[in-house]
């Protein structure tokens, strides 16, 4: 089986693409588990599968490293945008990709040379669900067709992401359990955020992640509509619009490609 790996702020995705690939009979989210191992596999936070659509110019199909599957990924879209941009050849930079989370809009952002320097993608509308207290903390319940839990403080490095990011995740308040997010606010254009995703663990970025700490900073009045979110792999450009629609801007990588046997 062939395959590419790409990253997005250092949050890695092994891409198989089944106009390619004979993927009828596989257990793909046992697939997942084993292209998406560190030690025994290529090693990823997640597979993404390109599929033909009815709807749009393509599907996405999002396992995690744990064989369970995602609605929706802002830093994977950006790597599935890059793909099938480059692989396909196309000349219409807006790309209409369906997701779980619905039909998502990725736009190449290329330079003069017309190579994909970045991707922007329009992430829908943020959904307000609430507050609650777990843990000692407070988090703020956002949807971005994906669940987030975000909770703001004075210093990340008391946060033990690797304990409380699993009971907060798995926290029977969450019934598809949830990403989690704690977030400092830098200055009124700046957010700094490490991030525990669902069914992949810690992670360098989280592009719906990103968009969720950027909402909950402006309902809660600590930051304007658009701010850089400073991520452990890098900066993502978030941007809520008085559509009430946020945008998301960052990079994508191809890292290499290979055959898994």
């Known amino acids: 089986m062939r395959f590419s790996k790409y990253h997005g702020l250092g949050n890695d995705f092994v891409l198989i693409d089944s106009r390619k690939e004979k993927l009828d009979g596989i257990n793909l989210n046992e697939l997942a ?61 807006v790309i209409s990709v369906e997701t779980q989370a619905g039909i998502i809009l990725p ?27 777990l ?50 606010v830098l200055n009124d254009k700046e957010l700094e955020a490490i991030v525990w995703e669902r069914g992949a663990g810690e992670t360098l970025a989280c592009g719906t992640g990103a968009c969720a700490c950027l909402a909950a900073a402006n309902m809660a009045g600590k930051i304007g509509r658009r701010a850089i979110v400073n991520l452990p792999g890098g900066k993502l450009d978030i941007e ?5 629609r946020i945008l998301m801007r960052g990079p994508a990588e191809k890292v290499f490609e290979g055959v898994y046997q």
């Open 33 to 93: 588990v084993n292209m998406c191992d560190r030690h025994l596999g290529i090693g990823a936070d997640g597979i993404l599968i390109i599929w033909p659509s009815k709807k749009a110019h393509y599907r996405m199909q999002i396992i995690n490293s744990d064989g369970s599957e995602a609605e929706m990924c802002g830093n994977g879209i950006r790597c599935f945008a890059k793909y099938v941009y480059e692989t396909d050849k196309l000349s219409e930079e």
């Open 240 to 244: 809520w619009g008085e559509d009430n």
């Open 107 to 133: 736009a190449v952002i290329l330079d003069l040379a017309k190579q994909v320097v970045g991707v922007e993608v329009d992430m829908s509308v943020p959904k307000d669900e609430g507050e609650i207290e």
């Open 135 to 184: 843990e000692g903390y407070k988090f703020k319940k956002i949807s971005m067709g994906n669940p987030h839990a975000i909770a703001f403080v004075d210093d990340l490095s008391k946060i033990d992401l690797y304990e409380i990011g699993p009971k907060i995740e798995n926290n029977s308040h969450f019934p598809n359990r949830t990403n989690v997010e704690f977030v400092k």
